[in-house]
């Protein structure tokens, strides 16, 4: 169980913010919509920020429900009932249709965790050691970036390539799972790769990002976030992302 939970979410633009997080006593959720690219015909009538709704609302009712099965389980459940909920008005099979990484924690006696795509949950040991779960498969495409958006299409949701959550549930079945002994972590923080470019782009530890975190909270670490951007730039792609950080403090 969480003795708190703290978190908070910042647009990287003047567009809506499609990153989403969701938390019980329990459970963290975190979400974030790949932004489509201008001018690709998506085949869904639905825009990034109605699936990570949709989505993000099925995972919340399994978890607030009390499922205990496995969260690569609870992911796959909960894929199939989003992609139900596009009522046969959408080409699913399309490779543009929206999609989102996920980031889940529960806790009980055990911290399970699931990652799926870029997003990423850092355990707070007992000790003050960050252990950093992630999925860098993204970032292991071949040929280096950047990429074109034809080699994303063809390695999205395929072996070898990378996984999100979209329209077809076995990419649950890809995610990065695990967990620790409840008694062996003092939190934990989840975060989309708006905030985990603190550490991949610009030098910070993870150790330093989870003192920030459980020292001044979560829209602290997003400051942090904005201000190394603006004095240095990204080093690809968007100078400002979407960026979410959740908190979370164990009962002792």
Not at 233 to 243: I, Q, S, T
């Amino acid at each position: 169980m969480f003795a708190e939970i703290t978190y908070a979410t910042r647009p990287g633009s003047r567009r809506p913010n499609e990153d989403l997080v969701i938390a019980g006593p329990s459970w963290i959720v975190v979400l974030d919509g790949a932004t489509a690219a201008d001018g690709v015909d998506s085949g869904c009538v639905h825009d990034v920020a109605w699936l990570v709704g949709r989505l993000g609302g099925a995972l919340a009712a399994r978890l607030a429900a009390g499922d205990g099965g496995p969260l690569a389980d609870v992911l796959e459940s909960a894929i199939e009932e989003t992609g139900a909920a596009h009522a046969g008005a959408c080409d699913l099979g399309n490779p543009d249709s929206p999609s989102a990484t996920v980031a889940m924690v529960r806790v009980a006696d055990r911290v399970e965790y699931l990652v799926l795509g870029d997003s990423a949950v850092v355990l707070s040991g007992t000790s003050g050691a960050a252990r950093v779960v992630s999925d860098d498969r993204l970032e292991r495409l071949p040929g280096g970036r950047p990429y074109s958006l034809e080699l994303v299409r063809r390695m999205r949701n395929a072996p070898g390539g990378f996984w999100v959550a979209a329209a077809r549930p076995e990419a649950a079945r890809q995610s990065v799972t695990g967990e620790a002994d409840a008694g062996d972590v003092a939190g934990v923080g989840v975060f989309t790769d708006g905030v985990a470019r603190l550490c991949d782009w610009y030098g910070w530890s993870w150790e330093s990002v989870l003192g920030l975190l459980a020292g001044r909270g979560p829209e602290a670490v997003i400051g942090a976030v904005r201000e190394v951007e603006a004095a240095r730039g990204p080093v690809r792609g968007k100078r400002h992302d979407d960026a979410t950080a959740a908190w979370g403090r164990l009962v002792r």
